[in-house]
Structures are given as structure tokens and as C-alpha cells.
């Protein structure tokens, strides 16, 4: 502490709570308008039977054996997920984050491309992994469908790029020379990955963790698709009572139950990572990576390479094979057909699909990188709870059931002047409460690793803090802002339970059109679904490359 | 400084906002020239049709999908105050009792009601709803299998519980699927409500296989679909629509002869549809028009290709294909709607502990 410094602190700290609240006025309003109070009016309208709560309701819902059952397994399910994920994804991430090899960039962004996939094409194409005839079927006589373990591989499938995404995000930008100085220093390998990167990753890899179990936890297709129907998690269970059976009382009580068990993990994680934060050396990621070196680097990038061939590249390939498989050989007879608008599923040729996903996907990654930039800068300074509080409230809505936020838009959203229920902008809307969580996650780890004396430097150098934070973390940031939005933008191309609920029927997104296709009878209908999830792949890994390789004009800052 | 640059910020998204609403076509809601149609997922109609309806009437027609059956029956509920929309197609006679019960819809007499068949007439003393469409959920057969195998493919739900057929069928979820429903139904309807439970016993133990939706068991289970062939699916027997086979030719390249697949008319459960002007509809006049189209001969005419169901038209025009290959059930099993709404629940969940567990 130095004289400078405590005559200075006053004055800034005051200046820097108020942008602090500056900048969380707007993530904070989005979030209430757009998902806190559509999902209070919902639980409201199931609980509050002739203007009288009734609380009992829940004590009557969670006495039953088969709710209790359900609740249970959503948990083991979305653990044993994450645990499998992370095992299998973290050598990936390191494998992207550390080493130079041909087609890398193709290659992080195809290992996106599960995540812009409808469920019921993916149930398809991982048949072919795990079920009759599939790949294990053929090797070891193995098959998995309808067990646990198929539901485990799927949501590796899904999930495999959070990991890479996140921590690899970070990893990249570690300095390796800090490894090096506790090697010299006579600290085996094994002991300086422990005691130097394992420490400076750990919230990386906390946050994946919690955006993997997030999205495992209100699984819902893989479930009912790939364990069959005996499986049932809290979020189909919740469908169940919405759609249904229209019990709003049932659905209400579940509701509160996933916000519960959300809430009490996003604690465990504030509570984790809390203490591990720290400054970090960070460098430019083009320093970091080199090409694999002796027999162990190469055998770990050989093992990765198997792991993403055999998880994601094949159950992916089987689609682009069946739109190319036309009766009597092979050819892109399904791919002409999806040029015209003939059959009456859709009043234009599918293929205009493409231009209405691209539109959906841009708003609704503008949105999410703004709201996630603003809400990443508040938090970048851990200081009080109600910080802290802000933080889990942005992560709630990958918690919370797609059906209720649907049923509550619908009924919160329906006067003047937030009658949205019909208008276009509620798609990227629902869509960027999704991505808002990750573009946070992302970019947090990176901020905070900032060193603090860089900025205060700055400040005491005279800059406000909008250009301390041009200056100082936006360089800094600016990777983990473009991973961000790559994948805020794949989570919004895929994205269907919104873009259903209100797409118009001469606008269909990609995921709708593929999805209708695949609802039809016929050989035409199911080639072009397939011919058409393929375009979806193609679009979205092109889309990724594409945002990947935005330089800014500030490159080599570091 | 902080300020205006927050205040910059806000007010940049604010205009970005805005700016997007006002390219929205949201402004067309609740004035007296656009009626709203509020559907599921499956409506489909021939743009020159629906155009056709637009230029004679001077409405022009919004389409709102609420997502599937259920979904868009709930929804239409639920926002019954202050409707999305003027007329809702698509509530089903296993959904009816309960639209009707929430009083979701208004009198009104469509113009040709005298023309709907008969059996399909309801709600006669009110006219609350109208029917639209009918269609049978029926099991269906994979042709070439059954020739390879000499084997007669089956012909009733009896037909399905003899050893012959062991291990053959796939059927759907009954509590998330509207074919697994309407299948549960039709059973419900034929052993009556002591028998078919009994009947689901023995078809368990000749290994019926329960999937969740219907494109996954037509297009990943079922043999005689596309993507079953590709996937080398072994389950020659699904439960599915009538007008599965006339869909299987007319949506291949080149259209084969006959139909590869056919269907057990002896399995059959008649679904119908139903549409309704909403109550505190912003635009009942043209909701009214919108119900007159609906059930006007285009309308009827155009439908079964769109949707794949048949008219309810006495003088509708029925596609060949549909003649051919999927014609409806003469004696399909039916069930009254209040009898339906009664015993939904408790069936699906007799039936989730009988077959899933």
C-alpha cells in the first residue's frame, strides 16, 4: 500500500461502483423482463388457485416415489455426464489449446457442429454409433441404445466443445514460462502442471463443469430419444404436466424444484472458484502453441484425434452420407430437391431456410455478446454478495425448462408495450438467454486473470474507465469474447423450442424446416432432412471459422 | 464520463431494439384487415390457396404455431384472456372436452357445416367448433418383408398378440406422442376398460418396443421407411397414420407403382380435427371468414396433400394415392370425447407402469 494509492482509493472506488451498477443495469433488466418475470407469472398460474397460494401442492408433489425417482436420476445423469465429459474433453481442450497441427481451425470448429444439430437428428446419427448394426454393434457386438451409456456418449457428443471452448479459451493464453521456471526450479512434470497450470485453470474448468451440468441437467431429448422411454428427467417430466397433462400446479412445484437444485450448484461453484481466481500471466495464444514434440505429445494428439473421429466426426459423417445415399447410388438428388417449394410443408423452397436461421443467429448473438460483455465487465471485480448474486442469476436460464419460459412468455409478454408474443424479436430474444450465460463464463476467467495493477496503473495515469478497459482488457479479452460469440451464435443457429414457437410458416429456421422434413413420411422428405442438416453443419462450422478469423486492429498488444 | 458512455450503451441497444420490433410484422395483430390463425406445428396449406382467401375476403391471414397438439391446445388456453389470434385449428377429439370445458371458443355456425359428414358433427346445440379434417392412426406394414418371409401381414389388434408377429412391432410413448396416444386409445376403444390392460400384457410379452416419438420409430425402427432401410431397422410392423403409404409414394423419386408399405385396417383409431373461433377474438369477422374457408371445398380440396388427412367434405375431392394406397378405415374404433378427457390420465398412466416399467 502506498501513499498514491490509499489518497486515490476513495474517490475511484465510489467512481467505480457506480459503473459497476452502470453496467449491470442492463444485463439486469434483460434478465427480469425476459426471463425472471415470464417465469414468476407461469409457477404463479400453477400455485395460485382463486388468489390463494397453495404451498401444499409441493409437499403433495414431492411425496410422490416416481417424482423423487425422476429428481434422482436427472441428478446422477447430469453429474456422471459431466464427470464423462470433462475426462474425455480435457486433453482435447489442452491438445487445441497447446499444439500447432494442420486443420486445426476446421477441426475446433467441427467439434462445435453437435451443438446446432436438432436432438432428433442426433438420436439418428449416434443410432449408428450405439445401436443396431452401429459401429460398437459391428467391432465388439456392443449396443447401448435404451441404456444410460448412450445418454452418456450423447452428451459428450454435445457438450465435448464447452470444455475445448472454455478452458482451452484460457489454456492457450497461459504463459508456458511459468511451467518452465518450476521445472528448472526441480519440480517433476506431473508436480508443475500441478502446482502451476492446474491452479491458474481451475475456474476455466469450473465454469465448463457448471455449463455442462447445466445443460445435462434440463437434457431433454437425448434422454427421451436415446434411453428410451424409461428414462425420464425433471425437464420431460415437466413437459409432461405443460403439454400434456395441463397440471400448471405439478409443472409449478418442479419448477421450483430445478430452480432449487440449480440454485444450490451454482453455489457450490461460487463457493469453488472464489477463492482460486487469481492474476495470471497471460500472453498472446499465437506465443503459446507449437508443433507436438517426441513420442508422448504426438501419441496424446494421436488419442484426441481417435476420441473426436470416433464421438463426433462419425456419428456426423453418418448424416452426410444418408443425404447423399439417393435410391440407385450415390448422388445430390435430395440436395435439388430441397431448391423447390413444391411439397406443401413449407411455402418456400427449404433451402431459403438458411437466410432466416443466419438472420435469427446474428441478432441473437449481438444481443448476448452486448448483455454478456457488459454483465463479464461488472463482474470482473469480485467484491460483495450482491455481485456474487448477479452472477447465478445470469446462469439460472440454462437451468430452467425451455417449456416454461415458453408458456411464461406467453402469458407476461402479452400487453402493450411488451406485447412481443408474435413479434420477431422474441426469437433472438429467448435465444440470447442462453447465450448470455456463456459469453459470461467465457469471458470471465480471462478477465479476472487480468492483473489488477495494470488497470490501476492506467487509472492513475489519468484514463477513465471505459478506455482503461479498451486499453487493458479489451486486448486481453478479446479471444475469449470471439469464442463467446461463436458459440453464442451456434447455440442460437440450433436452437428450436423458441424459433418453433414462433417462427412463421414461410420462414422456417434451418432446425424447424429439418425438423418438419423428419415429421413426414417419404424417401424425399428424409433425404432432404438429411441434405439439409448437413447444410446446417456446413453453415455453422463456416460461421465459426469465419468469426474465428476476425483479427481486430489490435493484435500483438500483449 | 462512466455515465455517458453507460448511457450511450443503453441507448444504442435501446435503438437496436426498436428498430428490430419495428421491422416485425407485429403491428398487423388486432387491426381489423388481418385475421390470425392460432395452430400446431403440422398446418400446412398451398400458398395460391391461402392467397385465393386473402384477395376474395380482403383479410389478410397470420399464422401463429404454438408447437405440437398438446402445446398449442394449452397455450390457447392459458392466454384465453387476451388470444394470440381470432380462429385455432387443430384441437383434436382427444384434446376437445378439455378446450371446451376451459371455454376456449365462441358460438358460430360455419357457412357449408350442412356439407360435413355427418358422423363428424358435433357440439350440435352450440357450434362452438367445427370439424376440419379426419385421419386414422393405424399400424402399417413393411411389404417386402412379409413377402420374404411368407408370412400374411396382420390385420387386427388380435392379429398383433400371436407368436407369429413376436418381436415385429414399434409403437410410440402414449404419454408424449400423439400416435402412441391415439394407439392406447384405439385398444381402450376395442377391450373396453377392464380389457385393455390385459391386451398390453400380451403384447409386452410378444416384445413390443416402445420408442418416444413417431420419427423415431418410422424413420430409425421401422424397416419399411427411408431411413429405416438405411439403418437397417428390423421392426417391419409401426404404429403410424393411414396416409403413411400413400406419402411413401408420392414423396419418391421416381414414384413407384404400388405402395411399400400398407396398413392393418383392423388397428385403426379415427382422429378428427377440429378449429373454433377463440373467445374475445380481436377480429371476429374475419375469424368467421377464416372458419367458412376452412371447410370450403378449396380449402377441403387442398388440404389432404398439405397435411396428409382427409377431408371432411362430403364432395371434397380425395387425392388418388389416398384411394390407393391409404384408404381410411371402414370400422375404426372411436371414442367419445368426454370419455376421452375422463380416462386420458389415468390410462396413460396405467399404461406407462404396465409397458415402460
New interface residues.
Given amino acids: 500500500m502506498d501513499l498514491a494509492r490509499t489518497e486515490v482509493a476513495p474517490r475511484r472506488s465510489r467512481k467505480e461502483s457506480a459503473t459497476r451498477i452502470g453496467l449491470m443495469a442492463l444485463p439486469v433488466a434483460f434478465f427480469a423482463v425476459f426471463f425472471a418475470y415470464p417465469v414468476a407469472a407461469i409457477v404463479a398460474r400453477g400455485l395460485k388457485i382463486d388468489g390463494v397460494w397453495r404451498f401444499g401442492r409441493i409437499g403433495e408433489v414431492l411425496a410422490q416415489s416416481d417424482i423423487r425417482h425422476v429428481l434422482w436420476f436427472t441428478t446422477w445423469q447430469a453429474l456422471a455426464s459431466t464427470a464423462l465429459t470433462l475426462l474425455i474433453a480435457l486433453p482435447g481442450a489442452y491438445v487445441f489449446a497447446r499444439f500447432d497441427f494442420r486443420g486445426k481451425q476446421v477441426l475446433r470448429a467441427v467439434v462445435t457442429v453437435p451443438f446446432v444439430l436438432p436432438t432428433v437428428v442426433v438420436g439418428t446419427a449416434f443410432l449408428a454409433l450405439v445401436g443396431r448394426g452401429g459401429l460398437l454393434d459391428q467391432l465388439w457386438g456392443v449396443r447401448l441404445d435404451t441404456t444410460v451409456w448412450a445418454i452418456l456418449l450423447a452428451h459428450v457428443f454435445f457438450n465435448y466443445a464447452v470444455v475445448v471452448r472454455t478452458v482451452g479459451g484460457l489454456w492457450s493464453q497461459l504463459d508456458p514460462r511459468q511451467e518452465e521456471a518450476a521445472r528448472m526450479l526441480g519440480a517433476s512434470r506431473f508436480a508443475a502442471w500441478r502446482k502451476v497450470t492446474l491452479p491458474a485453470l481451475s475456474p476455466a474448468v469450473a465454469a465448463a463443469a457448471l455449463m455442462v451440468f447445466l445443460f445435462t441437467f434440463t437434457s431433454f431429448g437425448v434422454v427421451q430419444i436415446l434411453g428410451g422411454p424409461t428414462f425420464s428427467t425433471l425437464e420431460v417430466e415437466i413437459y409432461r404436466q405443460t403439454s400434456e397433462i395441463f397440471d400448471l400446479a405439478t409443472a409449478a412445484v418442479l419448477t421450483i424444484v430445478q430452480f432449487v437444485a440449480v440454485g444450490a450448484i451454482l453455489a457450490v461453484h461460487a463457493w469453488t472458484v472464489r477463492r482460486r481466481e487469481t492474476a495470471l500471466r497471460l500472453v498472446a495464444p499465437e506465443v503459446t502453441v507449437r508443433r507436438p514434440r517426441g513420442a508422448g505429445q504426438w501419441a496424446l494428439l494421436g488419442g484426441v484425434l481417435a476420441s473426436i473421429l470416433v464421438l463426433l466426426v462419425l456419428p456426423l459423417g453418418v448424416l452426410v452420407q444418408r443425404s447423399l445415399d439417393v435410391p440407385g447410388g450415390y448422388g445430390f438428388a435430395y440436395y435439388k430437391a430441397l431448391t423447390s417449394a413444391d411439397s406443401g410443408i413449407f411455402l418456400v423452397a427449404p433451402i431459403a431456410a438458411i437466410g432466416n436461421s443466419l438472420e435469427y443467429a446474428l441478432a441473437a448473438t449481438a444481443i448476448a455478446v452486448v448483455i454478456g460483455g457488459l454483465a463479464a465487465a461488472a463482474l470482473t471485480r469480485r467484491t460483495g454478495r450482491l455481485v456474487r448474486g448477479f452472477d447465478a442469476l445470469l446462469m439460472l436460464p440454462l437451468g430452467v425448462s425451455a417449456v416454461t419460459v415458453g408458456f411464461g412468455f406467453l402469458i407476461a409478454l402479452d400487453e402493450p408495450p411488451l406485447d412481443l408474443r408474435s413479434s420477431w424479436i422474441l426469437v433472438p430474444l429467448a435465444q440470447a438467454l442462453v447465450g448470455v450465460p456463456f459469453v459470461v463464463r467465457t469471458m470471465l476467467p480471462v478477465l479476472r486473470a487480468v492483473d489488477g495493477r495494470l488497470r490501476e496503473a492506467a487509472a492513475v495515469l489519468g484514463a477513465s474507465p471505459w478506455r482503461v478497459w479498451r486499453e487493458v482488457d479489451l486486448p486481453m479479452v478479446r479471444r475469449a469474447l470471439l469464442i463467446a460469440a461463436g458459440f453464442a451464435f451456434a447455440v442460437s443457429l440450433g436452437e428450436f423450442g423458441a424459433t418453433v414457437f414462433i417462427a412463421r410458416p414461410d420462414n422456417p429456421t434451418l432446425p424447424v424446416a429439418v425438423a418438419r422434413l423428419l415429421g413426414r413420411a417419404g424417401d424425399l422428405n428424409y433425404g432432404q432432412a438429411m441434405a439439409l442438416s448437413t447444410i446446417l453443419m456446413v453453415v455453422c462450422a463456416v460461421a465459426l471459422l469465419l468469426l474465428e478469423r476476425i483479427r481486430t486492429d489490435r493484435t500483438g498488444e500483449f | ?3 455517458r ?2 448511457t450511450a ?2 441507448i444504442g ?1 435501446g435503438l ?2 426498436l428498430s ?2 419495428g ?4 403491428g398487423g ?1 388486432g387491426d381489423s384487415k388481418t385475421v ?1 390463425l392460432v395452430s400446431h ?7 395460391s390457396v391461402l392467397q385465393d382467401f386473402e384477395k376474395q375476403s380482403g383479410y389478410k391471414v ?7 397438439a ?2 398449442a391446445v ?2 390457447a ?3 384465453k384472456d ?1 388470444p ?1 389470434g381470432d380462429v385455432f385449428f387443430g384441437v383434436d377429439n382427444t384434446l376437445l372436452s ?1 378446450a371446451l370445458d376451459n371455454g376456449l371458443f365462441q358460438s358460430y355456425e360455419a357457412k357449408g357445416s350442412d356439407q360435413i359428414v355427418q358422423q363428424y358433427r358435433i357440439d350440435q346445440d352450440k357450434h362452438r367448433v367445427t370439424p376440419i379434417d379426419s385421419g386414422d392412426i393405424c399400424v402399417n406394414y413393411d411389404k417386402a418383408y412379409f413377402s420374404k418371409h411368407k408370412l400374411a401381414p396382420p390385420t387386427s389388434f388380435d392379429d398383433l398378440i400371436k407368436p407369429a408377429y413376436k418381436n415385429l412391432l414399434v409403437t410410440e ?1 402414449a ?2 406422442s400423439s400416435p402412441g396416444l391415439g394407439f392406447l386409445l384405439g385398444t381402450a376403444a376395442k377391450y373396453g376398460d377392464d380389457g385393455w390392460q390385459d391386451y398390453w400384457k400380451k403384447l409386452r410379452a410378444n416384445g413390443v418396443k ?7 420409430a ?3 425402427e421401422f424397416s419399411g ?3 429405416g432401410k ?5 421392426r417391419p410392423l409401426v404404429v ?2 393411414a ?3 400413400p ?2 409414394v ?4 421416381p414414384k413407384p407403382k404400388t405402395a411399400p408399405t400398407g396398413v392393418a385396417s383392423g388397428t385403426c383409431f379415427r382422429q378428427v380435427e377440429y378449429a373454433g373461433l377463440l373467445n374475445n377474438a380481436k377480429n371476429t369477422k374475419g375469424g368467421k371468414a377464416l372458419l367458412d374457408f376452412l371447410i370450403s371445398v378449396e380449402f377441403q380440396d387442398d388440404m389432404p ?4 388427412v382427409y377431408p371432411v367434405r362430403e364432395t371434397a375431392r380425395v387425392p388418388e394415392e389416398f384411394v390407393k394406397f391409404g384408404p381410411q378405415a371402414e370400422h375404426p374404433e372411436t371414442l367419445a370425447p368426454a370419455k376421452i378427457a375422463d380416462n386420458r ?1 389415468q390410462w ?1 398412466k396405467s399404461w406407462t407402469s404396465l409397458v ?2
Avoid: H
Avoid at chain 2, 406445428?41 to 400458398?47: F, I
Avoid at chain 2, 438405411?230 to 428390423?234: L, P
Avoid at chain 2, 396433400?305 to 396428409?308: A, D
Fill in positions: 464520463m462512466t455515465k458512455t453507460t450503451i443503453v441497444l437496436v431494439t428490430a420490433c421491422s416485425s410484422d407485429s395483430a390470425t406445428d403440422s398446418w400446412a396449406v398451398s400458398k397470420r399464422v401463429l404455431k404454438d408447437g405440437d398438446g402445446q394449452n397455450k388456453i392459458l392466454t387476451n394470440q378439455r410413448n404419454s408424449t416402445v420408442v418416444d416419438g413417431w420419427e423415431q418410422y424413420n430409425d421407411s427411408a431411413g438405411k439403418a437397417k431397422a428390423d403410424s397414420y396416409s403413411s403409404p406419402a411413401e408420392i414423396y419418391a423419386d396433400l398439405n397435411m396428409f390420465d396413460v415402460l416399467k
